[in-house]
């Protein structure tokens, strides 16, 4: 068996994990473990294909999930833990009255919430007999004087800037208690107990509005933001991108009559790098970076390594504000702060240029 030394094998830019997996197998058939270098990255594995984490901004590839929780809920992530598609982010417990009551009406109605520039939540209620327009949804802007019913109803008017969070069917519930004091409630209708009816009568105790808990919809990296009357969790999606495009490496002692079985019928798409004739070994700075990303080198940082933050506008670049007080403002980026995630945006206010620092997800390219 020859000296372990490091090779690259050239492929297509797209290609590298398909064809490590097929190096990888044909290493196991052949039973030629023994003349590879093992890289431990999460299991044994002969080929290594370096790549980076990279978090890009909502307005390019890496969208974001945004998850609103109110305070009544247990929240169960915390900013910048990672977490996978279906783990639990947030919880509330079922429910319960307090005391015996009598449901005296249940009234089928729609909730649209708009949130303000300022993030404060702007509540609608109506019958859901009136009906809900279709372009009122979820994530759409609307602005003062916006009809909510298809019969542009002036008793149901938008009467603020800002953005559909929530469109939902809730029930409103009226109680009236022992003492004859009555209570309403609003629940949507997913939670509402399903024994609940008009003339039923509730001891204490009984449980009116069902647990619900908050599951994510993607993997990523959890960032939590507090507001007046609720949190924001945003899951922030993490690329793996290829550090070094078209190529997977390998530490082995293979003679060249073996390497060259290894690839075999891989000649298309793959190819060790060297002269025509011989595989050539890698050396240098080069070999050094490959090592320290299989985690077989030591990496001259310390603390632990987050995931590279990824803009798409650069200093000089002409952004628009989308939240907050200067939502609709346009500016310059005059400084970016990866480690924050903000940005720094000069705006004319009054003829003068005043900087606004913002975060990432606060500003939209134009």
């Given at each position: 068996?020859?000296?372990?030394?490091?090779?690259?094998?050239?492929?297509?830019?797209?290609?590298?994990?398909?064809?490590?997996?097929?190096?990888?197998?044909?290493?196991?058939?052949?039973?030629?473990?023994?003349?590879?270098?093992?890289?431990?990255?999460?299991?044994?594995?002969?080929?290594?294909?370096?790549?980076?984490?990279?978090?890009?901004?909502?307005?390019?590839?890496?969208?974001?999930?945004?998850?609103?929780?109110?305070?009544?809920?247990?929240?169960?992530?915390?900013?910048?833990?990672?977490?996978?598609?279906?783990?639990?982010?947030?919880?509330?417990?079922?429910?319960?009255?307090?005391?015996?009551?009598?449901?005296?009406?249940?009234?089928?109605?729609?909730?649209?919430?708009?949130?303000?520039?300022?993030?404060?939540?702007?509540?609608?209620?109506?019958?859901?007999?009136?009906?809900?327009?279709?372009?009122?949804?979820?994530?759409?802007?609307?602005?003062?004087?916006?009809?909510?019913?298809?019969?542009?109803?002036?008793?149901?008017?938008?009467?603020?800037r800002g953005q559909v969070v929530a469109r939902e069917r809730v029930r409103r519930v009226t109680l009236r208690y022992?003492?004859?004091?009555?209570?309403?409630?609003?629940?949507?209708?997913?939670?509402?107990?399903?024994?609940?009816?008009?003339?039923?009568?509730?001891?204490?105790?009984?449980?009116?509005?069902?647990?619900?808990?908050?599951?994510?919809?993607?993997?990523?990296?959890?960032?939590?933001?507090?507001?007046?009357?609720?949190?924001?969790?945003?899951?922030?999606?993490?690329?793996?991108?290829?550090?070094?495009?078209?190529?997977?490496?390998?530490?082995?002692?293979?003679?060249?009559?073996?390497?060259?079985?290894?690839?075999?019928?891989?000649?298309?798409?793959?190819?060790?790098?060297?002269?025509?004739?011989?595989?050539?070994?890698?050396?240098?700075?080069?070999?050094?970076?490959?090592?320290?990303?299989?985690?077989?080198?030591?990496?001259?940082?310390?603390?632990?390594?987050a995931p590279k933050v990824e803009v798409e506008f650069e200093v000089g670049e002409v952004v628009q504000i989308v939240?907050?007080?200067?939502?609709?403002?346009?500016?310059?980026?005059?400084?970016?702060?990866?480690?924050a995630e903000e940005a720094v945006v000069m705006v004319k206010i009054f003829g003068r240029e005043t900087p606004v620092?913002?975060?990432?997800?606060?500003?939209?390219?134009?």
């Open positions: 068996m020859q000296r372990k030394r490091w090779f690259a094998i050239q492929t297509y830019a797209g290609s590298e994990l398909r064809v490590k997996r097929q190096l990888e197998e044909r290493v196991r058939k052949l039973g030629w473990e023994g003349f590879f270098e093992p890289i431990r990255t999460g299991g044994v594995e002969y080929f290594f294909v370096p790549v980076e984490e990279v978090i890009t901004s909502r307005s390019g590839r890496g969208r974001t999930s945004e998850y609103r929780i109110p305070y009544d809920y247990d929240l169960m992530v915390a900013t910048n833990a990672r977490i996978q598609r279906g783990d639990l982010i947030a919880r509330r417990a079922p429910k319960h009255l307090a005391r015996a009551a009598e449901v005296v009406a249940v009234e089928p109605l729609w909730r649209v919430i708009v949130e303000t520039q300022t993030h404060s939540d702007v509540e609608y209620i109506l019958p859901q007999e009136k009906g809900l327009r279709r372009d009122i949804r979820v994530g759409e802007r609307v602005r003062p004087g916006l009809p909510l019913t298809p019969d542009a109803d002036e008793h149901y008017l938008v009467d603020v022992e003492n004859g004091e009555e209570e309403t409630r609003i629940i949507p209708e997913a939670y509402l107990h399903p024994r609940i009816r008009p003339g039923q009568r509730l001891p204490n105790g009984a449980e009116l509005e069902r647990e619900h808990k908050i599951y994510a919809r993607a993997s990523g990296l959890v960032k939590v933001k507090e507001y007046k009357d609720k949190r924001v969790v945003t899951v922030q999606r993490i690329e793996k991108r290829r550090l070094i495009p078209g190529y997977v490496f390998t530490k082995m002692g293979l003679d060249e009559e073996q390497m060259y079985e290894l690839i075999q019928g891989l000649e298309r798409t793959a190819r060790f790098v060297g002269s025509r004739s011989r595989p050539v070994p890698i050396e240098g700075p080069e070999i050094l970076l490959v090592q320290r990303k299989a985690g077989l080198a030591e990496v001259p940082v310390t603390g632990v390594k939240e907050g007080p200067f939502a609709d403002f346009t500016g310059e980026v005059r400084e970016i702060d990866k480690e620092r913002i975060g990432f997800d606060g500003i939209e390219k134009v």
